[in-house]
């Protein structure tokens, strides 16, 4: 029992409990000290501490203070046993939700820091500053996440769980463009980009999540679907809001579910390649919609073109709005 619960506490620390639970901190003092609002009493002065190394709370207003355990008893009025039962079943949830938005903040913060990430974006025509903030892109300049998430006081054992850090315990991540990938608005997985010689697309361990932004794309009643983020990225900014992006020619079964949640339009946008690999995945997806009652057109893009080097490359919104409307059923 009690060595039960001492990696109960491991598993799940007390600050990235509070975190779950919306609690706003910012460190104090000697490396991971943090203060904010007590949870506990009403407050407008922050004067409850963590301390994420010990995992303990202390608040100076109200003078509770102990371990994650203590503080569920007295938020949660449960009983110890009632609590211990509670945090096993919150921890077997193992969210990575909220490391994976530390992280994606944490790579946004860097890409104005690392004047590689600029020139690769302005290379793949991304240009406009509040599209890149709505995109939310970062760059993983490696070897600097893991020891900035731990000192915000996350284990090591949760940034193993995310993949953020690969078995040997360096960040996976390296010298990549990142884009967050989200499931019914949460956060479920990082896409990087890279940006040197390394293998082009990398995803984190796990579902790659919902087709990009589709909660603000699903409404219109034609839809633009392309395989990449720098793809969406360059069609967004050239005013083509309607259009999504599936991370790769290949669906998995809930975005294809997505695209088919009503009657609608859909235009598919992918790569034409040398091998003809992204034309034959369209070509297979839009009998598969077809089946279903979706409208599927495929726009031709000039032969060795993909949306993003149609732009980069001199192509306007007019030129690709005929693109679509002379798009083959
Ligand atoms: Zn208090």
Redesign the pocket.
Known sequence: MGEGLEQLKQRLPLLDYLRQQNWTARPVGRAGEFVGL?P??A?TRP??YVNARRNLFY?H????GGDLIRFVELSQHLSFRQSLTYLEQLSAEADPAAVLRQASAFYQQQLDRYPEASHYLERRGVRDPALIQELQIGYAPGGRLRRHLLAQGCSLDLLRHTGLVNPQGHDTLYQRVVFPCCQDGRMVNLYGRSIGTAFAHRFLPGTKGDLFAWESVRHFPSVILVEGMFDLAVLWQAGFRHATCSLGTHLTADQFQQLCDRPRTVYLTFDVDANGSGQQAAQALSHRLRAQGITARRVLLPPGHDPNSFFVQGGDARQFQSLLEAAPL
Request: with cysteine; proline share 0%.
């Open positions: 007590c506990l009493h407050e004067s409850f608040c207003g109200c003078g509770q």
